[in-house]
């Protein structure tokens, strides 16, 4: 299965895609992991994005794009994946239909994430991640057993520079202007499902496997 996670910034995407990965054993394609990846090691690719990244910018369609393409190529690929923070821009929706179109596949699902503003940054604000093995917590709302380490492999976690208030409203801004118009791109295909992100987060992935076992 091809799915798509959508949602603005903190909605939980990567929270409930983990959850779905360890279910269904299809990986799950984070841009912004990958992204991430680049600027740390410090590809060319990487040298161009991070000054996106650091202002909440999005980064230019061309390049993400050409990620994915590469991505989607890798043998671990070719049975299902959870794209999660791609498509974000109408262009990259269109593009990705190309990718999909030379490879004979579709997506299936596009699963939306709504979680209002007010919350999403507390959310952000209070997100830690571990910088050995990308685990996310959160502060108050999924905090680690111990304070800075990390459950899942005993890595240090760290705030990422872009997970401040002042950013996350570029961000949001971002996303109401040019990732909200790729919603109704999917809508008209009729393969869109809207899952309320508020709550608890194995209530919320309840939700999110009945929409996806419809
Ligand atoms: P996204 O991938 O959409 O940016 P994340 O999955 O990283 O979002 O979640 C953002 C932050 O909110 C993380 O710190 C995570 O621990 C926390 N979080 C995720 N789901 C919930 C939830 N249902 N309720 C409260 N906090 C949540
Ligand atoms: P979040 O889910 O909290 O918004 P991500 O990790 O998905 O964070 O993205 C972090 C940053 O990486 C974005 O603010 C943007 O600069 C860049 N990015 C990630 N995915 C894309 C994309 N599909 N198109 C353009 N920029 C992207
Ligand atoms: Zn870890």
Known sequence: MNLIFFGPPGAGKGTQAKKLVAERGIPQISTGDILRSHTREGTALGK???EYME???LVPDQLVIDMVDDRLGKPDAQNGYILDGFPRTVGQAVALDQLLGKRDAEIDKVLVLRVP???IVARVVGRRMCKACGSVFHLEFQPPAVQGVCDACGGELYQRT????EKVRVRLNEYAHNTEPVAAYYKQRGIVA???GVGD???IYQRLTSALDE
Do not use: R, V
């Open 162 to 165: 872009d997970d401040t208030a």
């Open 194 to 196: 809207e899952i309320d």
């Open 55 to 57: 202002q909440g910018l």
């Open 201 to 203: 987060i194995d209530a």
């Open 48 to 50: 161009k994005a991070k």
């Open 117 to 119: 503003d007010e919350k």
